[in-house]
């Protein structure tokens, strides 16, 4: 259930991309599954569990005393080193239900409204994950990025969420051991493989476990909805104004059900759909990079240089050459020129291709790397586009946003399998979803059945009855946050309105669509939201 960043973060924004990405459980281990909840408008059935008829229950409109310390408490701004950009830290109670048992000290930055015009109040912003960056991404993207009117009129904030970056970080594995974690075979073909596989799961877990024991309790959706309160408070603002991509949609909409009398102007982009299990969301999210990857391949081989075929070859075809690509790559890795020593494996390689089907932008990148690999027997194209995803920079270290997204996900809902036998037995219905991933992405969804914490959240519906109107944005084709997930979410909502997108990549604002673009800066600059059920491509 995650987010999805720029495939280049170092170079400078173009229009408003920027951090977005859902991700799922593990990796190949983390590239499936929950963590980049992804799906399209395909067939797949879309039902809740019983269990979803849980509703998200509001919480007392009065401030609990022992919580008026955290409300009360006064920010103390310095600079952050990036120029236009203030940072302060902020705390919370760990345990909202021990306030008085120790606090968190969570990352805030700012970007103070430039006017003209009046002050409109602060936005909040999260790029999604979980485990993404906000202060990241406010300082590289959103506070430079954002329509000119849109940072004059309003202070742009982000605070990077309990566990995630600057706040608390967890922390699972070192460098090394990370780097062979993520090219774990995660397709096995025989009982011993499978064992590997679930080794690499458990040492992921009990890395997690012996380093962070207390505040892996404690790093939830509502933990963290509960803390944007405490910031709207701080800050002076009476209602909370959000905009939030991909995880952060679900933040967005948790935070709307717990307090829906102060939720203001809310952006919930790419979608998540809070009634749905981790299985079922791994399966859709299969189903939504199968349809990514039908839309990027019929684009490629109108191309003359596309190594899945030429003009004629149909979407399946070119699907059976990389699913081959794939197997051989599983016998036989190829060389990436990696100063670590690193090959190019069927779990490295699957991931680069995955980490692509998020921008449209970026299938000239794939289609070059796939070129190269499978032509010239050069991995390192599909290297780079996989160790964007994992956020591993040149010197082959890592952000904790893989150690923060399991983190989450495994606290926020029960494992999607208890053992690999389960898994098995749901291959078919992966393999169905998508002949290209569904394996892979089946067994990636094992992960949280060896988490050290037990899940505290259950599947539940978030209906924010008396919010003000959120406005609930959808992708056709996203491959991480199915379009179905932003119609479910729209109707839960008692206020929600639905924007639709008709295209491709995750999520829709500032992507190029001058009717999205239009309709969100209309919402947060004049509160006015487009009609519901409004289209644009």
């Known amino acids: 259930m995650y987010f999805r960043r720029s495939l280049r973060p170092d170079s400078p924004p173009s229009g408003r991309r920027g951090p977005r990405i859902a991700r799922t459980g593990g990796s190949l281990l983390a590239a499936a599954a929950l963590l980049v909840s992804a799906c399209s408008s395909g067939s797949t059935e879309h039902r809740a569990t019983p269990a979803a008829e849980a509703v998200l229950a509001a919480l007392p409109r009065s401030t609990p005393s022992a919580l008026a310390p955290y409300y009360g408490q006064k920010l103390s701004w310095r600079d952050c080193g990036v120029p236009g950009f203030q940072c302060a830290?902020?705390?919370?109670?760990?345990?909202?239900a021990k306030p008085s048992a120790g606090?968190?000290?969570?990352?805030?930055?700012?970007?103070?409204?430039?006017?003209?015009?009046?002050?409109?109040?602060?936005?909040?912003?999260?790029?999604?994950?979980?485990?993404g960056s906000a202060v990241g991404y406010l300082q590289q993207y959103a506070g430079l990025g954002y329509p000119a009117e849109i940072r004059a009129r309003y202070d742009m904030v982000a605070m990077d969420p309990r566990g995630v970056a600057r706040s608390a970080p967890v922390e699972c594995l070192d460098d090394r051991a990370m780097d062979a974690y993520t090219q774990t075979d995660v397709t096995p073909d025989d009982h011993k493989e499978a064992e590997a596989l679930v080794g690499a799961y458990r040492r992921f877990a009990e890395g997690c476990g012996s380093r962070e024991p207390r505040l892996l309790r404690h790093v939830s959706t509502v933990e963290a909805a509960r803390d944007m309160d405490v910031l709207r408070a701080v800050l002076g603002d009476e209602r909370l104004n959000y905009v939030g991509a991909s995880y952060g949609t679900f933040?967005?909409?948790?935070?709307?059900?717990?307090?829906?009398?102060?939720?203001?102007?809310?952006?919930?982009?790419g979608a998540m759909d809070p009634t749905l299990t981790a299985r079922r969301m791994n399966l859709d999210q299969t189903t939504g990079f199968e349809a990514a990857f039908q839309s990027f391949a019929k684009d490629c081989v109108r191309q003359s240089d596309c190594p899945l075929g030429g003009r004629g070859t149909a979407p399946q075809q070119a699907g059976e050459r990389l699913a081959a690509f794939f197997r051989r790559l599983d016998a036989h890795p190829l060389p990436a020129g990696d100063r670590s020593g690193r090959n190019l494996g069927e779990a490295l390689a699957t991931t680069g291709?995955?980490?692509?089907?998020?921008?449209?932008?970026?299938?000239p990148q794939l289609r070059e790397a796939l070129k190269t690999a499978m032509e010239d027997n050069d991995g390192a194209g599909l290297l780079i586009l996989s160790d964007s995803y994992y956020e591993r920079d040149s010197a082959g270290h890592y952000s904790n946003l893989m150690y923060a997204n399991a983190a989450v996900n495994c606290l926020d809902l029960p494992a999607a399998f208890s053992s690999p036998d389960d898994v098995e037995k749901a291959v078919p219905a992966f393999q169905k979803a998508s002949p290209v991933f569904g394996e892979g992405l089946a067994w990636a969804s094992l992960n949280c059945a060896y988490w050290p914490v037990r899940p505290t959240g259950q599947p539940h519906r978030i209906e924010a009855g008396g919010a003000a109107p959120i406005l609930v944005v959808g992708t056709t084709r996203d491959p991480a946050t199915p379009y179905i997930w932003a119609q479910a979410l729209?109707?839960?909502?008692?206020?929600?309105?639905?924007?639709?997108?008709?295209?491709?990549?995750?999520?829709?604002?500032?992507?190029?669509?001058?009717?999205?673009?239009?309709a969100i800066d209309t919402y947060l600059l004049r509160g006015t939201p487009p009609a519901d059920g409004k289209h644009c491509s």
Do not use: E
């Open 251 to 269: 933040l967005g909409a948790t935070y709307a059900g717990l307090f829906p009398a102060r939720a203001g102007r809310l952006v919930l982009d």
């Open 490 to 518: 729209a109707n839960q909502l008692t206020s929600g309105r639905l924007l639709t997108y008709d295209g491709d990549g995750h999520t829709a604002y500032g992507r190029g669509s001058r009717c999205i673009d239009t």
């Open 89 to 96: 830290t902020m705390k919370a109670p760990l345990d909202y």
């Open 103 to 131: 606090g968190i000290a969570l990352a805030v930055a700012r970007k103070k409204a430039t006017g003209p015009g009046k002050r409109l109040g602060s936005l909040l912003l999260n790029p999604g994950g979980p485990g």
């Open 353 to 363: 291709v995955i980490a692509a089907m998020y921008d449209r932008g970026a299938w």
